[in-house]
């Protein structure tokens, strides 16, 4: 089955840029998505297709992928983002299935 | 708007069942495929199954496959998930959620606020 893989967190200082990565195998050939978890709460999607914004989502939301990475970047980084972060694919190459990345907790300092 | 509520959570023991629903509201249900996600205590998420706007394309993660059945009713606007031989490591919050998009390309827009299902003895 497919593996996506992500730091365990992620440290940075309001204002500053936090990027979070997700490896797959050839990654850069699939649409990935990203989520948002606060403690407590429903994911909520923040990236879709590798680099589109649902409404709603604030423009310091990117996201790129090319190769076996993809990268979230949250630019102006606010306390607010405080949360964990999980890329996802779905994987149509022999059973369908969705697949997660491990999380990523981003830590405002 | 969108709502998504999940129902049926609680505890059962080790070989039970146990049978979880979502009530969708705020968009045309019969339109939209349908997923379950679920997470661990403290861990990350995972996908569970998907059911098609029609129920006629189903799929099912290997760790649930021959134990849990999806199902939907348009005419009610509801999804289900049929669990049986509950273990432990089936203890989760179950999230229901709005697939979009087709092929390799789905994702799931809309998450509901999950129902918590503990498998112990």
């Known amino acids: 089955s497919y593996v996506l893989t992500q730091p365990p967190s992620v440290s940075v200082a309001p204002g500053q840029t936090a990027r979070i990565t997700c490896g797959g195998n050839n990654i850069g050939s699939k649409s990935v998505h990203w989520y948002q978890q606060k403690p407590g709460q429903a994911p909520v999607l923040v990236v879709y297709d590798d680099s589109d914004r649902p409404s709603g989502i604030p423009e310091r939301f990117s996201g790129s992928n090319s190769g076996n990475t993809a990268t979230l970047t949250i630019s102006r980084v606010e306390a607010g983002d405080e949360a964990d972060y999980y890329c996802?694919?779905?994987?149509?190459?022999?059973?369908?299935?969705?697949?997660f990345g491990t999380g990523t907790k981003v830590t405002v300092l | 708007e969108v709502q998504l509520v999940e129902s049926g959570g609680g505890l059962v023991q080790p070989g039970g069942s146990l049978r979880l629903s979502c009530a969708a509201s705020?968009?045309?249900?019969?339109?939209?495929?349908m997923n379950w996600v679920r997470q661990a205590p403290g861990k990350g998420l995972e996908w569970v199954s998907y059911i098609s706007s029609s129920s006629s394309t189903i799929y099912y993660a290997d760790s649930v496959k021959g134990r849990f059945t999806i199902s939907r009713d348009n005419a009610k606007n509801s999804l289900y998930l049929q669990m049986n031989s509950l273990r432990a490591e089936d203890t989760a919050v179950y999230y229901c959620?709005?697939?979009?998009?087709?092929?390799?390309?789905?994702?799931?827009?809309?998450w509901g606020q999950g129902t918590l299902v503990t498998v112990s003895s």
């Open positions: 959620a709005r697939a979009y998009g087709s092929g390799s390309e789905v994702y799931f827009d809309y």
């Open positions: 705020g968009f045309t249900f019969s339109s939209y495929s």
């Open positions: 996802q694919v779905w994987d149509s190459s022999s059973d369908h299935q969705g697949v």
